[in-house]
């Protein structure tokens, strides 16, 4: 129902960018969003393209890479780019749903404005494959919750109330969606620093929220990969565990301690 894809990719910065290339390469060769629908907004068949510093790389580094990223995208695909959040060249686009608003559809004219043309290529949208927004950000958690019911003007009413746009939760954005196949709204929401609002504070603000207006959550989905940091505020959360963290997962301290050179196995 959403009709897109994410992928994560870990790695060194020049193989990651040597990749990401050829992704986006690959992108435009097979999406053609004159004809391409879904549920989800879109401006580009390559929409957003973040970079996320996870170690031994600081977060200029990832705003020196995106930007280089750019103009290189720009260049060889004769592509329209946008830099967003730490990488925005202006305060007025660091907001990614600021860059995409209007979509694909509406790109063109978005372009004929001084305030929106794009930070590297033409100023008018590939024919098949629109625009890109590149940029630095902290790791984002894509977290949805479906509800036990059909009706799309639920979902959207709990959207309006949770996300921080509508005066909810402080970094979260959400939108309702209608998943045809399952027969429910949906609650997609982008927790954009899971340390201001996480997946539990997201998870019950939903539940409460669909609750008052006669609805319950039938399940949740994470979409990609998600921080272990997050999963163990959740964990405390729900579990009423004072004191949990990351660190008190055995796998965790297991890995730290390969990273050290601390760790030791017991041959009993």
């Avoid at 897109?4 to 986006?24: I, N």
């Avoid at 509800?147 to 996300?163: E, S």
Wanted: charge should be negative; glycine fraction near 12%; proline fraction near 6%.
């Amino acid at each position: 129902d959403h009709n897109r894809s994410g992928f994560t990719a870990g790695g060194e910065p020049d193989a990651l960018q040597g990749a990401r290339v050829r992704a986006l390469g690959v992108a435009l060769s097979r999406i053609d969003l004159r004809s391409q629908r879904g549920g989800h907004p879109r401006m580009g068949a390559a929409d957003v393209i973040p970079f996320i510093p996870i170690r031994g790389c600081s977060m200029d580094d990832a705003v020196r890479l995106s930007r280089a990223l750019g103009g290189e995208l720009a260049d060889r695909f004769g592509l329209p780019v946008y830099l967003y959040e730490r990488s925005a060249s202006a305060p007025h686009r660091a907001n990614l749903a600021d860059v995409r608003r209007g979509g694909f559809e509406g790109m063109a004219e978005k372009m004929r404005d001084p305030l929106w043309l794009p930070d590297f290529g033409p100023s008018s949208p590939h024919p098949s494959g629109g625009a890109s927004a590149v940029g630095a950000r902290m790791p984002l958690v894509a977290f949805n919750v479906n509800l036990d019911t059909d009706d799309l003007g639920v979902a959207q009413a709990v959207a309006r109330a949770v996300r921080e746009s509508g005066g909810g939760l402080p970094r979260l954005k959400a939108l309702g969606v209608m998943l045809h196949e399952q027969g429910c709204a949906q609650v997609s929401m982008n927790l954009t620093d899971y340390t201001v609002t996480g997946l539990a504070q997201a998870f019950e603000a939903v539940r409460s929220e669909a609750a008052r207006l006669g609805a319950g959550v039938a399940n949740s989905e994470i979409i990609g990969l998600v921080p272990l940091e997050a999963l163990a505020d959740a964990a405390a959360h729900f579990l009423r565990l004072p004191g949990f963290s990351k660190n008190s997962v055995l796998e965790s301290r297991m890995y730290e301690g390969e990273q050290d050179g601390t760790a030791e196995c017991d041959p009993r």
